[in-house]
Nanobody, 121 residues
Framework: QVQLVESGGGLVQAGGSMRLSCSASGGTFSSLAMGWFRQSPGKEREFVAAINWSGGWTSHTDSVKGRFTISRDNAKNTIYLQMNSLKPEDTAVYYC??????????????WGPGTQVTVSS
């Protein structure tokens, strides 16, 4: 129903910045809450950030609050994750996700394939 594709990952030096994008298709993007998750080897997938249907409400996990910012452009069917002051601990595969309604809930309904972010020390 909803297809998600992440882009913008890669290698960055600690303290640097990176912007991830997620393009959505196959659904009513502007009506859905969206989110970012990440997973490192040996660790469980964790919530990073979420944004409601309009972009007027966002949530960021404490470890990235003040450094990462989720945003969306409904006209482009795209969400973004601006990552500043990156730390080696941020190294992970980052996944875009779509929820089943317009506001964040516990479990997303759809996932992208992920994009690798590597932060060197």
């Amino acid at each position: 129903q909803v297809q998600l594709v992440e882009s913008g990952g890669g290698l960055v030096q600690a303290g640097g910045s990176m912007r991830l994008s997620c393009s959505a298709s196959g659904g009513t993007f502007s009506s859905l809450a969206m989110g970012w998750f990440r997973q490192s080897p040996g660790k469980e997938r964790e919530f990073v950030a979420a944004i409601n249907w309009s972009g007027g409400w966002t949530s960021h996990t404490d470890s990235v609050k003040g450094r990462f910012t989720i945003s969306r452009d409904n006209a482009k069917n795209t969400i973004y994750l601006q990552m500043n002051s990156l730390k080696p601990e941020d190294t992970a595969v980052y996944y875009c996700a779509a929820y089943s309604n317009g506001y964040w809930t516990t479990t997303p309904a759809y996932w992208g394939p992920g994009t690798q972010v590597t932060v060197s020390s």
